[in-house]
């Protein structure tokens, strides 16, 4: 089961940091990647990362301003988000692709675990 947190409201410019947790399986091993769905969008790739942080990948309409990590001693994959726009409202959720490979994809079909997702709203 995968689990995010730190969604919120926050003002254009403003940052935030959202956290997925894994429980029941060792993150340890598997690649994780965030997408995020608005109202009346297409799910879309957000960010991903390998198992061990050697590889990071980002959607153009993030890269720059979205950081992603990861601690495997406490099971937790986190993206912090700077600078973040209007245009960033949406659930996002993490989940971890079916194959070991860095996704960016908003498909559900490439992934075989995903969380509930954790609503973040930019607004003034």
């Known amino acids: 089961q995968l689990v995010e947190s730190g969604g919120g409201l926050v003002q254009p410019g403003g940052s935030l940091r959202l956290s997925c947790v894994a429980s029941g399986f060792d993150l340890d091993y598997y690649y994780i990647s965030w997408f995020r769905q608005a109202p009346g969008k297409e799910r879309e790739g957000v960010s991903c990362?390998?198992?061990?942080?050697?590889?990071?990948n980002y959607a153009d309409s993030v890269a720059g301003r979205f950081t992603i990590s990861r601690d495997n001693a406490k099971n937790t994959v986190y993206l912090q988000m700077n600078n973040l726009k209007p245009e960033d409202t949406a659930v996002y959720s993490c989940?971890?692709?079916?194959?070991?490979?860095?996704?960016?994809?908003?498909?559900?079909?490439?992934?075989?675990?995903w969380g509930q997702g954790t609503q973040v709203t930019v607004s003034s």
């Open positions: 989940a971890a692709p079916r194959l070991s490979l860095c996704v960016l994809s908003g498909e559900l079909n490439k992934y075989e675990e």
């Open positions: 990362i390998s198992s061990r942080a050697l590889e990071t």
